[in-house]
């Protein structure tokens, strides 16, 4: 399936636009490759890096969606690594 297609439907991005534009950016790692097309295939057990306005979120594809669902259909698709990774802002000492 498509990277752009697989963002929006397991409601990582708002809409395919969004997600379309998202991997444009090039900032997207799959299988730690950088990804600067949105007709990127990502199947079951490919690992995403997604870089996000919080932070960076490292997610397992565990099975393709057939659709945009509801929330929980969605998160079903997929597993989170390791807890998102805050942006750090430095502090004064």
């Keep these: 399936m498509r990277?752009?297609?697989?963002?929006?439907f397991l409601r990582l991005a708002a809409t395919r636009s969004h997600a379309h534009d998202?991997?444009?950016e090039g900032h997207i790692r799959l299988n730690g490759r950088r990804i600067?097309?949105?007709s990127a295939t990502v199947r079951p057990g490919?690992?995403?890096?997604?870089?996000t306005l919080r932070?960076?979120?490292v997610i397992e594809v565990v099975a393709i969606p057939t659709r945009r669902g509801?929330?929980?259909e969605a998160q079903a698709c997929y597993r989170?690594?390791?807890?998102?990774?805050?942006?750090?802002?430095?502090?004064?000492?």
Excluded at 3 to 8: F, G, V
Excluded at 46 to 51: A, E, F, G, S
């Design 3 to 8: 990277i752009d297609k697989l963002l929006w």
């Design 22 to 24: 998202w991997a444009l």
């Design 36 to 38: 600067e097309r949105p």
């Design 46 to 51: 490919d690992v995403l890096v997604l870089p």
């Design 55 to 57: 932070g960076v979120r």
């Design 70 to 72: 509801p929330a929980p």
């Design 80 to 93: 989170q690594i390791e807890p998102a990774i805050a942006a750090s802002v430095p502090t004064d000492a």
